[in-house]
C-alpha cells in the first residue's frame, strides 16, 4: 500500500496567496533589493517588472512554490530564472561590454560637428561568463544563512556603498560597519579557498 503524502510538494494558489500576504515589511525590502540588484545595468527590466512578473508566474502555477522554502528564497530563484532567461533572449550581458567610437573627420560646414561611429564590442566569452556565474554562485553559498549578509551583497551589487548604502538598507554605520567586516572575512577566506585549486 502506497504512502498519503501529508504535506503537498507544492504550495496551491491560495497558499501561494496566503504566503505572500504573511510576508513582513522586511521580506518585502529584501525581495526590492534581490530584485534591483537582478536588473541592476538591465536596460528596460525594472525591479518592480521583475517582482510582479515573479508573482505572476507563481499565482499561475507556472512556477512552483514547494512547501517548508521561505517566500524571499522563492521569490530570489524565481526573479534570478526570469532575469537570466530574459539576458539570454536578448543576448544582452551584464559583463565586459565597451563600446568604441570612432570620430569623423567634419565636412567643413560651420556649425557642423563632427560624426561619430559607434562600435559595440563585447569581451565577454563562453568561459568568462561561466566563471562569472560560478562566482556569483558561490557568494552566493556564503551568504545563504545571513540574512543581512544576503542584503549587503544586494546593495554592493547596486553599487551602493559607505552611508548610501546603511541608508538604503535602514541600518545605522555600525551595524553596516559590523556586516561589512563580517562579509569581507568571508569572501577573503573564499578567496584563499580558490587560490589553493
Known sequence: MSAVLTNPPRLDRLQVENAMAAMSDADWRRVEFIASSL????TGFEPEDLILEAQTKLLEGVRVWPTGVPAVVVLENVMSSIASNARKRIKEGPIDVTVEVDPLETDGQEGVSAGQTVFSRTD???ESQAAAREQIAAINRLVADDADLQDLVAAWAMDLKGEEAW??????KDKYEANRK???RRLDKLAFEGSKK
Open 124 to 126: 565577454a566569452t563562453p
Open 182 to 184: 563580517k562579509l569581507t
Open 167 to 172: 541608508t538604503s538598507l535602514g541600518w545605522t
Open 39 to 42: 536588473s541592476h545595468g538591465f
